[in-house]
């Protein structure tokens, strides 16, 4: 099976790194949690594109060097390719004014492998990854962001890592999971 896999809100806490961050920068602006289910940062803060920036400007570094893989991510990503699978980390990261594709690319390999990551293959993917997913014959995806779930769900399954900005995520297709152990209780329902 073609497993792919997401980074940002899948491999990572996007959502508590946001809270977390978010809430320390934004506060010296008078600007606090408006919105905990939103998917971006300024949904999550309610501030403009200027002062959202600012606080990517100052913790993306970060966030692409040291933040934390999820729980058990490592351990069951292994488990996975250890049973046969190919794992296909499909990523939406892309440069930007703060910082050029080729330093994303480099940084994120670094990444993956620091956090013990394994993979048969690293893409980098437009926001909307169905035709990557399609183009690849990806048999499952694990994602976390609404609009990937509910688009790629349309012709493959989606197991969906829960945050609070996607827990309405529904439908044919789409399979909830709270951990990195209950993704892979889902990855194996579909292998039976």
């Given at each position: 099976?073609r497993i792919g896999?997401d980074?940002?809100?899948?491999l990572t806490?996007?959502?508590k790194?946001?809270?977390?961050?978010?809430s320390?920068f934004?506060s010296?602006?008078?600007?606090f949690?408006?919105?905990?289910k939103?998917?971006?940062?300024f949904?999550?803060?309610d501030?403009?594109d200027?002062l959202d920036?600012?606080?990517w400007?100052?913790?993306y570094?970060h966030?692409?060097k040291e933040y934390?893989?999820?729980r058990?991510a490592s351990?069951?990503?292994k488990?996975?390719?250890?049973?046969?699978?190919?794992?296909?980390?499909?990523t939406?990261?892309?440069g930007?004014?703060?910082?050029s594709?080729?330093?994303?690319?480099s940084l994120?390999?670094?990444w993956l492998?620091?956090?013990?990551i394994?993979?048969d293959k690293l893409?980098?993917?437009?926001?909307?990854?169905?035709?990557?997913?399609?183009?690849?014959?990806i048999?499952i995806?694990?994602?976390d962001?609404p609009?990937?779930?509910?688009?790629?769900?349309?012709?493959i399954?989606?197991?969906?890592?829960?945050s609070?900005y996607?827990?309405?995520?529904?439908?044919?297709n789409?399979h909830?999971a709270?951990?990195w152990f209950d993704?892979y209780?889902?990855?194996?329902?579909?292998q039976?």
């Open positions: 099976m896999i980074i940002d809100g899948t806490d996007m959502e790194f946001q809270l977390d961050y978010g320390k934004f010296k602006y008078n600007k949690v408006v919105n905990p939103g998917y971006e940062s949904e999550v803060f501030v403009d200027d920036s600012k606080f400007d100052e913790y570094f966030y692409l934390p893989v999820r058990f351990e069951i990503i488990k996975l390719k250890d049973e046969g699978n190919e794992i296909y980390i499909i939406a990261r892309h930007e004014a703060r910082i594709a080729q330093e994303i690319e994120t390999k670094i492998d620091k956090n013990d394994i993979y893409i980098f993917s437009p926001e909307s990854k169905l035709a990557t997913c399609l183009d690849n014959k048999d995806m694990v994602e962001k609009s990937n779930i509910n688009e790629v769900s349309t012709k399954p989606v197991i969906v890592v829960h609070g996607n827990e309405n995520c529904h439908g044919n789409i909830m709270y951990s993704v209780h889902n990855i194996k329902e579909f039976c």
